[in-house]
């Protein structure tokens, strides 16, 4: 399978799994009127929602390439991790606010029963197998609006053991810890929010990837048998694509030919690491003596 259908497989996926689970909860919410069942209720009415804006973010960026975009749309896909991440954030303020609310009222008596269990458990079993589905598809396929999505859903396993532990806990006659478990699912959905932000954040500022690829990059240039060093190495993120340009210093008295090879192959060498997209190679002659040690 292709990127293009893998991710918006995921987009499909994480969609309808989303509105199955937000009108699951609503409806035991509704017969509960528990507020960590009304908390993860919110939680998965914003992920449908979020998930309606990521189905269309990956649409969009899974187009071919064409003369406005001749690299492909894949640098839109840190956008739409922060639309992500703004829902996260909504969703996770308003459910911290009507649970620090409800505490401050006294008014938290609730009503659990085993429908409320069920829905929770069902909740992070599915949460689980959403986390391991998207996260392997991420990786595959280097997409941060997939990884933003496996972090959302990673998170909602915790959320759902903490509501679950409010509900158990009403049950048990200590109903405080029904609004105490909707303000700690709300920190944990904005945790998410926070974490989907800073993971993309690179992406758009173009901040250099891990010294470990930099590295990885000298490495495949100074392979060749004809290079006697590599200087000027720099990879900056564009989008979620590492862009890489260098210089290598060979004989001075090669042909522009021979110099040409050397240049294509070191070039494709570097673009077979998954994460780097454009090389842009400069040949030197050693002879000048511009090679500068871990540079």
Known sequence: MDRRDAVRRVGVVVLAVNLLLAVAKGAV????????????????????????IVLAGLYVTTQPPDFEHPHGHERIE??????????VLAAG???????????????????????????????AVVKFGLYR?????????????????????????????AALAGVLGAAAGYP????????????????????????????????????????????????????????????HYVGPEVDVSLHIEVEGDLTLQQAHDIESTIAADIRDIPEVDD??????????GEWKENE
């Open 29 to 52: 919410w509704w017969t509960s009127g528990s507020y960590a069942i009304g908390s993860e209720a919110v939680n998965s009415i914003a992920d449908t929602v979020y998930s309606i």
């Open 279 to 288: 090389v842009f190679v400069h040949v030197d002659p050693r002879e000048l």
């Open 176 to 235: 405080l810890l029904d609004p105490l478990a909707g303000a700690f699912v709300a920190l944990g959905i904005l945790y998410t929010g926070y974490e989907i932000v800073s993971e993309n954040i690179d992406y758009l500022v173009g901040a250099a990837p891990p010294p470990e690829l930099r590295e990885e990059i000298r490495k495949r240039a100074l392979a060749h048998p004809d290079v006697h060093g590599a200087h000027d190495v720099v990879a």
């Open 93 to 123: 303020g308003t459910v911290f606010y009507r649970s620090v609310m409800t505490l401050v009222a006294g008014n938290y008596a609730a009503v659990a029963g085993p429908w409320a269990v069920g829905v929770l458990v069902a909740s």
């Open 78 to 87: 840190p956008f739409v991790s922060l639309f992500v991440a703004a829902g």
């Open 133 to 161: 589905y998207c996260l392997r598809v991420a990786n595959a396929y280097n997409s941060p609006a997939t990884t933003a999505t496996a972090l959302d859903n990673r998170n909602d396993i915790l959320t759902a053991a």
